[in-house]
């Protein structure tokens, strides 16, 4: 499920991601440590480009969904929210002794935020001067002490912000534009298809389950939790899939799905509404429940939507 497809447009809005993790990583084993550690291609990485790869357990459960930047000769991590102390103390145990990595937390020396919605490129160009516009999908760009980087184009663009919190240079004035809260976010999120951890991704879930095939390189050799999720891949298999769904009415989630006959077929895990698709979310499918079988959610009707291209 690649997260890169938005669907709706909505005014720009600035996201607090101040409780997001990162992290700088220098040394030349960095995106090697990375590499082996995480499910996609880190060698293959450039600089000034970014990519999104899963932190996997030993038996291919997802821990956390990472953006990874080359930013040479330095390594950003950027983690979920909340997640930055877990995968700092997880990079940190697998550096081993002759392993060229310093590994920094920057949650006290960098303010994250995003930008979300229509203009945010031509915001960001009016504001710095620079040439948004020309910076590619997961591209990235400095603009004195801050860092500017293309993300999941939520509600039709979408910018992370990284800004030196010491820095002598004025901060982008992000304040005169309105902020986004949760609710509002995870419905944008919804729209664009884009998963989340927390209630889309988690230890619960294998990667491929939760369509994240994109963060994922089938041909880069061993990693954590690899053999699992190649086996997977390899038998293509799957015991649930996560699906768009629309739903008659809101529900609380998460909550089982269930089929009309009142056969046990998977999770609710987000909804919200939309003004344009009316009630939308997330569902955890079981591969055995076919596509012809109408589904309930405490006693709201449940349609599968098309799979997007």
Same mark, same amino acid.
């Not at 010491?166 to 884009?194: F, K």
């Not at 609380?252 to 009630?279: D, H, I, W, Y």
């Not at 569902?283 to 449940?302: F, G, N, Q, R």
């Given at each position: 499920?690649?997260?890169?497809?938005?669907?709706?447009?909505?005014?720009?809005?600035?996201? =607090?991601?101040?409780?997001?993790?990162?992290?700088?990583?220098? #040394?030349?084993?960095?995106?090697?440590?990375?590499?082996?550690?995480?499910?996609?291609?880190?060698?293959?990485?450039?600089?000034?480009? &970014?990519?999104?790869?899963?932190?996997?357990?030993?038996?291919?459960?997802?821990?956390?969904?990472?953006?990874?930047?080359?930013?040479?000769?330095?390594?950003?991590?950027?983690?979920?929210?909340?997640?930055?102390?877990?995968?700092?103390?997880?990079? !940190?145990?697998?550096?081993?002794?002759? +392993?060229?990595?310093?590994?920094?937390?920057?949650?006290? &020396?960098?303010?994250?935020?995003?930008?979300? $919605?229509?203009?945010?490129?031509?915001?960001? /160009?009016?504001?710095?001067?620079?040439?948004?516009?020309?910076?590619?999908?997961? $591209?990235?760009?400095?603009?004195? +002490?801050?860092?500017?980087?293309? @993300?999941?184009?939520?509600?039709?663009?979408?910018?992370?912000?990284?800004?030196?919190?010491? &820095?002598?240079?004025?901060?982008?004035?992000?304040?005169? *534009?309105?902020?986004?809260?949760?609710?509002?976010? /995870?419905?944008?999120?919804?729209?664009?298809?884009?998963?989340?951890?927390?209630?889309?991704?988690?230890?619960?879930?294998?990667? *491929?389950?939760?369509?994240?095939?994109?963060?994922?390189?089938?041909?880069?050799?061993?990693?954590? $939790?690899?053999?699992?999720?190649?086996?997977?891949?390899?038998?293509?298999?799957?015991? !649930?899939?996560?699906?768009?769904?629309?739903? =008659?009415?809101?529900?609380?989630?998460?909550?089982?799905?269930?089929?009309?006959?009142? !056969?046990?077929? #998977?999770?609710?895990?987000?909804?919200?509404?939309?003004?344009?698709?009316?009630?939308? $979310?997330?569902?955890?499918?079981?591969?055995? @429940?076919?596509? &012809?079988?109408?589904?309930?959610?405490? =006693?709201?009707?449940?349609?599968?939507?098309?799979?997007?291209?």
């Amino acid at each position: 499920m690649e997260s890169f497809t938005p669907q709706i447009t909505h005014s720009l809005h600035w996201y =607090d991601e101040n409780s997001h993790g990162r992290m700088r990583m220098n #040394g030349a084993d960095s995106l090697p440590l990375l590499h082996r550690l995480t499910t996609n291609h880190m060698l293959e990485l450039q600089p000034g480009r &970014s990519c999104q790869s899963v932190l996997t357990t030993p038996i291919g459960r997802s821990m956390d969904l990472l953006t990874v930047l080359n930013d040479e000769p330095a390594v950003w991590v950027f983690t979920s929210a909340s997640q930055g102390p877990m995968v700092y103390t997880h990079l !940190k145990k697998n550096i081993f002794f002759n +392993d060229k990595v310093v590994l920094a937390p920057a949650a006290q &020396s960098h303010r994250q935020y995003a930008l979300y $919605g229509e203009r945010a490129t031509d915001w960001l /160009s009016a504001q710095t001067g620079c040439d948004c516009a020309s910076v590619p999908a997961h $591209g990235a760009l400095h603009w004195n +002490d801050t860092l500017l980087m293309r @993300i999941e184009p939520l509600a039709g663009e979408g910018w992370r912000i990284l800004e030196l919190i010491d &820095s002598a240079n004025p901060p982008l004035p992000r304040t005169e *534009l309105p902020q986004l809260d949760e609710a509002t976010l /995870s419905l944008w999120q919804l729209e664009a298809g884009v998963p989340a951890f927390g209630s889309e991704i988690g230890t619960q879930y294998i990667p *491929l389950e939760t369509g994240l095939e994109y963060a994922i390189h089938t041909a880069k050799g061993c990693y954590v $939790g690899q053999e699992i999720i190649a086996r997977m891949e390899s038998r293509g298999k799957r015991a !649930k899939t996560l699906e768009r769904i629309t739903l =008659d009415a809101l529900v609380e989630t998460p909550s089982p799905l269930f089929t009309a006959a009142g !056969k046990e077929a #998977g999770l609710v895990t987000r909804v919200a509404q939309s003004a344009v698709l009316g009630v939308i $979310g997330f569902a955890y499918i079981s591969t055995k @429940i076919d596509e &012809s079988d109408a589904l309930m959610c405490a =006693d709201v009707s449940v349609h599968r939507m098309p799979a997007q291209q």
